[in-house]
């Protein structure tokens, strides 16, 4: 999503990737289709979503994300090309970002505050209310968007054996990578030391 986001604007703050994903989220539920997978409470500028602030948050941390711009940096694009083949062979997740692409070409034209003020104004379905509610009305905390309450179709383009490099991947520290760290210096003395092991 973010690789999507970032084509349009030169800078993507929070705001716009919580109301980017929750707006992705709610025009998916149209389709039957559970975009982005990410669940959604009221809370003080809207729609919002821990997880993805946590998400986006070790994006940045990792080095896949460019924390000023939200760009994807060398590793998260080189992600994104490892595994945009399975995307665009899975129906549903051609889908997820044709719907992604659609709202951020809907929703860039607003700029600082004025996306939260528009999103404040919409209609949405409050699923642990059981009634569509405007946003502003919306009581504090409660559950707006619950992914797994809906009988949408999911979008699981990656095997188990993708997911579990794309999470090993996402593991690996950023300073992992840089030469002059600690870190990485170590990780090649222990690797010097198990090869001397072995011979």
Known sequence: MCD???KVRSTIDNIHIQKFCF???LKGREQNLKTAYYRFFRYNNGPYCPA???DVTAL???GFLDPESGELLDRGRHLYAYVKDDIEDSKPATEAVGIIRKIVDAWQRFKGWDIV???YKLTVPVDSLGIPMIVKDIPMKTDILIPERTNAREVSPFSP???NEIEEELRISEVSFDRNSNE???SVT???KAALALS
Do not use: P, T, W
């Open 52 to 54: 993805l602030a946590n």
């Open 117 to 119: 003020e528009e999103v």
């Open 190 to 192: 222990n690797r010097l």
């Open 60 to 62: 940045i941390k990792g």
């Open 184 to 186: 990485f210096q170590q």
């Open 23 to 25: 707006l992705s989220e």
């Open 161 to 163: 054996e993708l997911i």
């Open 4 to 6: 999507e986001m970032h």
